[in-house]
């Protein structure tokens, strides 16, 4: 078995800019490489910046004063970095203004009171506002406020910073959704996970701006039904979504391609024939169908709200039919896991992703709503809950997301470490959108239905549907479906334990 799986396309895993290198012979006292530029002379000798930033950034107990501060002192005896004190370091590396020990950002300053001042003079003044005060703190409170100061350059972030001190942008939902952008719904969530800002649903709002642009410029034939179709059945449906705390993204995203598959076809039905949805008849359905992709059976959905509020009731459009079904062989499952375990081509949350879609059959949607708290780490071994019962985790996956909840990323820029979500996304308190994790997989290299249709067809044979079922967050629909496809329909399990036959004489 070829142990490099087909179509595997590594990514960079990489990250950040590679550490610059001088020609002279001037070696840092700690990494030996020749310094391109200095950034401190002590006791031990020179230092090159990147030594010299771990230096500041080190905290713990010295081991040979016992006191618990700043570390910037080379390793003893024990292989412990030491305090400044033990290591004749003379700087004194308390903030002039918070009395912190940390590394000087700018005079006598640490970098959380330079943010800070930078961020107050951006607001105008320390501002009065408990949200924007509110707002300061979180920023100052990240976990690397380096990143903070990096983004705060941006002319964009400063536009929108000024806007909300001198307020000329509203710090509401309304102000966030006229500005736009990164940096405006960066802070939007950030003011939401730190509940500065109600929640509110991200998809809704924009559903809704989606429809009207959609709209615009369609003739009234075919604007009127449409609107009727996107307004009381999609939207008044998705707003009852939102209101009980449902997840809308998968049905906004199916509302829209009926919406577009819905125009599409009375576009073409206004301008082949000059007929309306309501004078459609069932040969022009058959001829749109017959001669076009498969989505086009998407058009299913308004034409039973037609029929159901007396607009026609005179055609009908069958059940869309899956064409194929994608599958990979048992040897490319095996070398893809193979791969995502111990190989370096994705980053550490992709990879555990794919494991998770690869291993138990988890759709992307679902994978990407895992919480911390999902998953079980005790003595005995791990457990992760995908459906109604724990299932275990077997080495070495288990490892795998050991070393990922230690260092899940995304956590270091205001939101802090309390984010419940197993990936984390960029925006506070939000986990990485489906979209995001499906790309990334698909660019590897992995074929995700194939994935997910071999993994479920593998466990149905290994074990009663109905088990799989119930373990994984299936159907037992599903589950038996794919059961019947791999001959092994277990038809007549019923989930309870079966007598022991006995021995006849």
Same mark, same amino acid.
């Given at each position: 078995m070829n142990p490099t799986p087909d179509g595997l396309s590594p990514r960079s895993t990489r990250r950040g800019r590679p550490r610059a290198t001088s020609t002279r012979d001037d070696p840092c006292a700690r990494c030996g490489r020749n310094i391109p530029r200095l950034a401190a002379r002590w006791p031990e000798g020179r230092l090159c910046f990147t030594c010299y930033n771990t230096a500041i950034h080190t905290h713990g107990t010295c081991p040979n004063c016992r006191q618990d501060r700043l570390l910037p002192g080379p390793p003893g005896a024990d292989g412990e970095p030491v305090c400044g004190t033990c290591a004749g370091i003379d700087v004194d590396f308390h903030c002039q203004r918070c009395g912190a020990e940390a590394g000087h950002h700018r005079g006598n300053l640490c970098v959380r009171c330079v943010l800070r001042e930078d961020l107050h003079a951006l607001l105008g003044s320390a501002p009065s506002d408990p949200t924007l005060a509110g707002l300061v703190d979180a920023l100052c409170a990240a976990d690397r406020p380096e990143s903070i100061i990096t983004w705060k350059r941006s002319p964009k972030v400063k536009t929108l910073l000024t806007g909300l001190g001198d307020g000329s942008i509203p710090c509401t939902h309304d102000g966030f959704d006229a500005v736009g952008g990164k940096p405006a719904e960066h802070v939007r969530a950030l003011l939401q996970h730190h509940d500065l800002l109600p929640t509110r649903d991200p998809y809704l709002p924009r559903f809704e701006q989606w429809i009207a642009t959609k709209l615009d410029g369609l003739p009234d034939e075919v604007r009127q039904p449409v609107h009727h179709f996107a307004t009381w059945h999609h939207l008044r449906r998705i707003r009852a979504k939102a209101a009980d705390g449902t997840p809308t993204r998968a049905p906004i995203h199916s509302a829209k391609q009926e919406i577009t598959e819905t125009i599409k076809f009375l576009s073409w039905l206004h301008t082949t024939y000059g007929r309306t949805a309501a004078t459609c008849t069932q040969p022009d359905i058959d001829e749109w169908l017959a001669t076009g992709p498969s989505t086009r059976q998407l058009i299913r959905t308004f034409f039973v709200v037609a029929a159901r509020t007396r607009l026609n009731t005179t055609v009908t459009v069958g059940h869309r039919a899956a064409r194929s079904s994608p599958s990979l062989t048992q040897d490319q499952r095996i070398v893809w896991i193979h791969e995502l375990l111990t190989g370096n081509s994705e980053t550490l949350p992709y990879r555990v992703a794919g494991t998770l879609l690869l291993l138990y059959a988890r759709p992307i949607t679902r994978i990407v709503t895992l919480q911390v708290s999902d998953v079980t780490d005790q003595a005995d071994g791990m457990t992760i809950a995908l459906g109604l019962r724990p299932t275990d985790v077997p080495e070495p996956f288990a490892g795998l997301l050991r070393t990922h909840l230690a260092t899940r990323p995304n956590l270091r820029t205001g939101a802090g470490g309390d984010n419940?979500?197993?990936?984390?996304?960029? !925006?506070? #308190?939000?986990?990485?959108?489906?979209?995001?994790?499906? @790309? %990334? !997989?698909? #660019?590897?290299?992995?074929?995700?239905?194939?994935?997910? @249709? %071999?993994?479920?067809?593998?466990?149905?044979?290994?074990?009663?549907?109905?088990?799989?079922?119930?373990?994984l967050g299936y159907s037992h629909q599903v589950a038996f479906r794919h059961a019947s496809k791999t001959a092994e329909p277990w038809a007549r399990y019923v989930g309870r334990s079966l007598p022991r036959p006995t021995d006849t004489p």
């Open positions: 419940p979500w197993l990936l984390p996304g960029t !925006l506070a #308190g939000r986990h990485l959108h489906p979209t995001t994790v499906a @790309n %990334r !997989l698909r #660019g590897l290299g992995i074929n995700l239905r194939g994935a997910r @249709n %071999r993994a479920l067809a593998e466990l149905v044979v290994e074990c009663p549907p109905s088990l799989v079922a119930d373990a």
